[in-house]
């Protein structure tokens, strides 16, 4: 019996040992979020995902702004869908540990929901606007 041809996702003919390797790979894609609350309150939320997840599972990425501690903020999980959920750490004295932030989609592409620090989740209400690619 005939091997099976294998191929990469672009149609490309692989080895064996190739297709184990892309297997075990997970494919990154980044988005840029912006959390608001009233005037003075503005957060860039730069987060990687695996888009061939959904709801996408939010695997890494960086938080600067307004938010205490920037541009220090680390985004260490969560998920983007119907409901968006972000979990990150805060790394400068006087400042939180942690932030949560919840919400869930509204049109055009946002979030509305409540955020809150060191455990806590609904501490204030934000808007987090969506946006395709990288933070600027």
């Known amino acids: 019996m005939a091997e099976k041809n294998r191929h990469d996702a672009t149609g490309r003919r692989i080895s064996a040992e190739e297709a184990g390797k892309l297997a075990a790979a997970t494919a990154l894609a980044s988005a840029c979020l912006t959390l608001y609350n009233g005037p003075s309150v503005k957060w860039e939320i730069s987060v990687t995902f695996n888009p061939n997840t959904y709801p996408f599972v939010i695997t890494g990425g960086t938080m600067k702004g307004t938010i205490c501690g920037s541009p220090k903020g680390i985004v260490t999980g969560g998920s983007m869908g ?11 004295a006087g400042c939180a540990s942690t932030v949560t932030i919840v919400g869930h989609y509204q049109n055009p592409a946002s979030y509305a929901g409540t955020y809150g620090f060191d455990g806590s989740s609904t501490e204030f209400p934000h808007t987090t606007l969506y946006c395709c690619g990288p933070c600027a």
Do not use: M, V
């Open 82 to 92: 119907p409901t968006l959920e972000i979990h990150g750490n805060l790394e400068s």
